[in-house]
């Protein structure tokens, strides 16, 4: 089943979808039979992928592949180079701050807004337990 095919089956069942961050959010719950629970966790990285709007979706199609589906988790980029913290660049993207971010490990984050989000959608799909043949962004 297509993505589209999956998405047509939701809206004639009268059931929206929603993300938040790596979740998925299907509603109403009265319309959510085991039917659609099923069809959900089996394109559930589909789903989430489908979901991200443009700044984010770029950045879960770069991280993916780098994410191991077992095992430790090395640091993940979104671009290939690295960029230093004090540099005011986000370490995985390399894109500028707009402004100081408070609350990463070290007490300024490291990552900017679209590159978190993303590296917990990718860690999901990542570990969801496919091949990455089967992984929406191998296609």
Request: charged fraction near 25%; aromatic fraction near 4%; charge should be neutral.
């Amino acid at each position: 089943m297509t993505i589209d095919e999956v998405l047509g089956v939701l809206d004639t069942k009268g059931v929206t979808i929603a993300r938040r961050r790596d979740r998925l959010w299907v509603r109403p719950l009265p319309a959510v039979t085991a039917e659609i629970v099923e069809i959900v966790q089996a394109h559930k990285a589909e789903l989430l992928l489908e979901l991200c709007e443009v700044p984010i979706r770029w950045r879960v199609e770069a991280l993916v592949p780098q994410v191991p589906r077992s095992g430790p988790i090395r640091s993940l980029a979104a671009r290939d180079g690295a960029w230093r913290a004090e540099s005011g660049r986000c370490g995985s993207c390399g894109d500028l701050f707009e402004s100081r971010i408070v609350g990463g490990p070290f007490g300024e984050s490291q990552r900017c807004g679209p590159c978190r989000e993303a590296t917990e959608i990718a860690l999901a799909i990542g570990r969801l337990g496919a091949t990455a043949q089967d992984s929406p962004v191998a296609q």
